[in-house]
Each structure stands twice: as C-alpha cells, then as structure tokens.
C-alpha cells in the first residue's frame, strides 16, 4: 500500500476488492456500455448494490466510451457509484485520451456531487485488454492533472485486486512524481 499526499488530496493505491470500500463515498465501476452486471468489476458492484441498480441504470444506458455517469449505491454501503466505460483495447481509438476521459469524468461527477472521496479501478485492464502499465500511466496522469481542479475530493483511491497489479500501480505512481 501506498499513500501520497499531494495538494491536499491523499491519493493512494491498494490492494482489494472495488465493492468493499465502506469508508469511500463513490465507488468507481468499469461498466459495460449497457450498464448492466456482468464480470469481473461490474459483476462485484452489482452483486453488492443488488438489482435495484440495474434498474436505476437502465434509463441512463446506452454509455460511450470515455463516458462516466454516477447512480446511487443501493445495498453498498457508499453514497454512489460512477459507471465508466473504458476503451475496448484495439477496437475502442484512440484509446489514450478515451481511457483518460473516464478518469477525467467521473471525478467531475464527484465534484459535482460535493463528494469527499472516490475509489476506481483499473478500468479496461480486464475483460477489455489494455495494458496494465500503460493504463496505470495514464489513470496517475490524468488524476495529476486534475489535482488542482478539485475542491470537494480529498481522497482518491486505486484499488487493485491483484497484488502485483498494486505494485505496478506504486512504481508508476512513484515514477511519475519523482
Ligand atoms: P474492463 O471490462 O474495464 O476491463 P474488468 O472488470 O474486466 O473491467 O477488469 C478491470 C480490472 O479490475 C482488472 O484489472 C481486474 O483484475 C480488476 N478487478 C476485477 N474484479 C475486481 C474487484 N472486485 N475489485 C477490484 N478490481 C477488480
């Protein structure tokens, strides 16, 4: 685990299942584009929240890539959820700035929300194929970036399911500040 603290904000990374963040407001899900439970990310948040947030969902379906929306968290025990859809790696171009968007988003949702804290996961790693490094280079670049826009979120969190997927996370993170 590590944790930073940089203009006012703790960013850290851990390792960890996505759906359990009770101390978290928003929890992040790398969504499918229907918005629908499915594996992996998707499938732990909706087994979480139960199937009232399927329903919540579906209005706000179809998503596209690089799109965030936020829904309550229903029977987790968060404020929200703020559904991305990552690029599908080699079918979703260009897939650095789509991937970055999703950062980008779902962080505007949480200011716009007025919420303190918000945990993502390594969106479109898994079922959708980009590479882990190259991912974590752009979440960490992106999340920089925004540092000096936010007000309300104080805490960001990366939570990696694997633990030599939170060591990728920390070297990149500690390549990109130092
Ligand atoms: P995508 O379709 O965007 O690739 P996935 O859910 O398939 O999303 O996987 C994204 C990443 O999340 C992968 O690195 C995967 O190992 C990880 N992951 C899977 N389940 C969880 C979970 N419950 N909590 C945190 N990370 C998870």
């Known amino acids: 685990m590590t944790t930073r603290h940089l203009q006012g904000v703790t960013l850290e990374c851990v390792q960890g299942d996505i759906a359990r963040q009770p101390d978290m407001d ?19 948040i909706h087994r979480g929240a139960g199937p009232e947030l399927e329903r919540e969902c579906q209005p706000l379906a179809p998503i596209q890539p690089g799109q965030a929306v936020i829904t309550g968290a229903h029977n987790l025990p968060n404020r929200s959820v703020v559904h991305c859809l990552g690029p599908v790696y080699g079918v979703d171009e260009p897939a650095e700035p789509l991937l970055a968007s999703c950062y980008r988003n779902a962080l505007e949702l949480a200011e716009q929300n007025e919420l303190g804290s918000i945990a993502f996961p390594a969106i479109s790693t898994g079922a959708f194929g980009y590479p882990l490094e190259a991912a974590t280079q752009v979440a960490f670049k992106t999340v920089l970036e925004m540092l000096p826009q936010l ?22 993170l500690e390549r990109l500040l130092d």
């Open 26 to 44: 928003a929890i992040v899900n790398a969504a499918n584009a229907e918005l629908r439970i499915g594996g992996g990310v998707a499938g732990a």
């Open 151 to 172: 007000s309300s979120v104080k805490h960001i969190r990366f939570v990696l399911f694997q633990k030599a997927d939170a060591r990728v996370h920390e070297e990149v």
